[in-house]
């Protein structure tokens, strides 16, 4: 028996995006956050708006295009309405709220108006010494068309009096803000009257912009920035090598089609008239901000404040001594029994440790290990040199096409294969998003395999401020299942079902929904049912009808969603069982968890780590893997630690409304990251 399936308006994912940043962008209004950390969320929610148009707003504008898509453009106009608002708010706390009380603690940013004699002299030198031997001013004309102008780069136009040097009445011109020049520039404690003072590069050049243009005035100017379509758009089924043809599209994709144009509020509509033709927008396109253009640079006052009190107290993760001492091997514990990690409340040198005992072991012969998101300096992949070095058998499987990794992970694979490791780019069609390190040891006279599986990626710095799980293992039935997946990912072959694992694009969706109906029916027969789903985001529809029809059964549905999440809760005989919540906090959430319970016995659970989002893009069109946590004692703790304290989180936590609207459940109580860190932190 099922429940009638009950039709429902999803929300829209792009909208869902936002609504995210409009959480992270609420990190920067609260006064338990330190001033610091305050400007850092405002420049978050820069840099992820930067992905959205790059990315998401462009497949959108794109599907707007084809006649058979269900986007159209009124769905394109109401997300850009939303985009607009989201900006117009994130000026709106940078200008009101964050920047007045950074001048109130003396850290402040002086335009050329608010520069006394001697700081303007320091800044002219600046300018002379610095800046200007970089500039090259373009005159627009017949012969200096307009020039090519790459994703995110900053710009300045001006438009100017009189005619040029040959008589023209030539009155547009471009300078280019150089990148290899700091953005946000620190004056000598000399001249600072005793504050933090600092100056940005836009308005050192705007303080000498008509310097530039000998015999000219400037009459209107404005910073610009246009960003562009940046996804790599490469036919795998006609190139006959991956590694060499997204090389080539790396140079081209700074110049990709645009999609937002930003200038300043103050830029005469003339200027931003013009800009719009020139690169072939829309009005919608263009965003009129209240302040400098790409509020990101900031982060660079933020790394040069001196101002310890106005950031979060230093977090240091602890190494699990009581699970796994320091100075023994790692093979001798695993033995005993899996181990499981949680970072970044846990460190990440374990991990470390365990690649780098595998390098030196000279009873180690082979280590094969997948490469998403690694870094440009990786003392992993450093180690997976040092092995091949050594002559053990090294097979890396490295993601070319991990966005805005690519460069970093086709150097790594060409420094790979050059010291004599196996490089495969995984299948031809699918990312190879799931995180397996599996290492074959000889012992006496067989085989021992060693794995540890991650939600997360391979990278120790990104390790400190993402919330993920980890998971070392010596499990005979997991390490094989591991070792069949690259077996696969190398040959292509067909491999046994795996017994443990779940892997996409095969069973992992399947037994996903299997466990849903499970579940269903266990309700359905009066039975202790429950469900609770810890992910990034939630688009698959066919996993969302199952959610919400399970919810129609009676079934309880937790879901804890960091970003984007189509499915919407509290609607009365569809989804008021269903309840989303979104945790906001110091680290970025970022572990997926899934657990089922289908009956009162602990025969009548199960609970999975995995690598895959719940989309249909995890879930079809790339290589994932999702393990079971069959340990009792594990269990619990993932249970204790990932998924109760988010459930029961009151600080840092939000609630999704049927319309797609999050508000934050409180503004006092427990935060769950904060709860975490404490423990860890007397457990120590």
């Known amino acids: 028996m099922t429940v009638p399936q009950v039709p429902v308006q999803l929300l829209n994912r792009e909208q869902a995006i936002l609504e995210f940043n409009r959480r992270v962008l609420a990190q920067a209004q609260r006064a338990d956050v330190p001033l610091l950390e305050q400007l850092r969320y405002i420049c978050i929610v820069s840099s992820n ?46 200008n009101d709220l964050v920047m007045p009380a950074l001048r109130a603690q003396r850290i402040v940013v002086l335009n050329h108006a608010d520069r006394n004699e001697a700081q303007r002299q320091w800044v002219a030198k600046f300018f002379e010494r610095e800046v200007r031997p970089l500039l090259v001013p373009v005159g627009l004309d017949p012969a200096h068309p307009f020039p090519q102008v790459a994703n995110k780069s900053l710009h300045f136009i001006a438009r100017l009096s009189g005619k040029d040097a040959f008589g023209r009445d030539n009155r547009i011109a471009i300078v280019k803000v150089p990148r ?136 240091e993760p602890i190494w699990p001594q009581g699970r796994l001492p320091r100075q023994k091997s790692l093979f001798d514990r695993l033995r005993k029994g899996d181990v499981l990690l949680h970072h970044p409340f846990e460190s990440f040198d374990p991990v470390v440790e365990f690649l780098r005992q595998a390098v030196e072991d000279p009873d180690v012969l082979a280590i094969k290990q997948t490469i998403y998101r690694t870094g440009s300096k990786s003392v992993l992949m450093d180690l997976l040199i040092e092995a091949a070095r050594r002559g053990k058998e090294v ?26 490791a196996q490089v495969v780019y995984g299948i031809v069609g699918y990312k190879t998003h799931a995180k397996l390190l599996l290492v074959t040891r000889r012992e006496g006279a067989r085989f021992r395999r060693y794995a540890h599986l991650s939600t997360g990626n391979y990278n120790p710095r990104t ?12 499990d005979p039935e997991l390490t094989s299942d591991a070792d069949a997946v690259f077996r696969q990912l190398a040959s292509l072959g067909k491999i046994k079902p795996p017994k443990r694992l779940l892997l996409a694009p095969f069973n992992m969706h399947s037994r996903m929904l299997e466990y849903l109906a499970q579940v269903e029916q266990a309700a359905l027969a009066g039975k202790p049912a429950r469900v609770v789903i810890k992910i990034n985001a939630l688009t698959d529809l066919e996993l969302i009808q199952t959610l919400l029809r399970v919810s129609q059964a009676g079934v309880k549905v937790d879901l804890i969603v960091r970003g984007a999440c189509m499915l919407p809760p509290g609607l009365p005989g569809v989804s008021d069982n269903i309840v989303v919540r ?19 016995g602990e025969e009548d659970e199960a609970l999975y780590l995995s690598s ?10 790339r290589i994932e893997v999702a393990w079971p946590v069959v340990d009792a004692r594990l269990r619990q703790r993932v249970i204790d630690e990932g998924l109760l304290p988010y459930l029961h989180d009151s600080l840092d936590a939000w609630q999704l409304g049927p319309d797609g609207r999050s508000s934050r459940i409180s503004d006092q109580g427990c935060s769950a990251q904060q709860a975490l860190m404490k423990r860890y932190q007397s457990d120590n």
């Open 582 to 600: 979104s945790v906001v906090g110091r680290f970025l959430e970022h572990t997926r968890i899934c657990y089922f319970r289908w009956g009162p």
């Open 463 to 474: 390790a400190r401020f993402y919330t993920d799980l980890g998971y070392l293992t010596a």
């Open 180 to 315: 290899v020049l700091p953005r946000v520039i620190k004056l000598p404690a000399s001249i600072s009257d005793g504050q933090q003072a600092f100056v940005l590069l836009t308005s050192v050049i705007r303080a000498h912009l008509e310097e530039l243009f000998s015999g000219r005035k400037v009459e209107a100017f404005s910073q610009f920035r246009v960003t562009r379509d940046s996804d790599l758009e490469v036919d795998e089924e006609e190139v006959a090598n991956l590694r060499h043809a997204l090389r080539s599209g790396l140079t081209t994709r700074h110049f990709g089609r645009a999609v937002r144009l930003e200038v300043v509020n103050t830029c005469p509509a003339e200027l931003s008239q013009f800009l719009l033709e020139q690169f072939g927008l829309p009005a919608a396109a263009l965003y009129r901000v209240n302040g400098p253009v790409n509020l990101v640079r900031l982060n660079e006052l933020i790394d040069q404040t001196e101002a310890p009190e106005l950031r979060f107290a230093d977090h």
């Open 612 to 621: 895959a989002d719940w989309m249909s893009r995890n879930m079809f069109r």
């Open 49 to 94: 708006l930067d992905e959205f148009f790059e990315v998401r707003f462009a497949d959108m504008l794109d599907a707007a295009r084809d006649p058979e898509s269900l986007v159209n453009n009124r769905d394109v106009e109401r997300v850009g309405r939303a985009a607009h608002a989201l900006i117009d708010e994130q000026y709106s706390v940078f």
């Open 395 to 420: 097979m890396a499987v490295v993601e070319l096409k991990a966005r805005f990794d690519e460069e970093a992970n086709i150097n790594w694979a060409e420094r790979l294969e050059a010291v004599g």
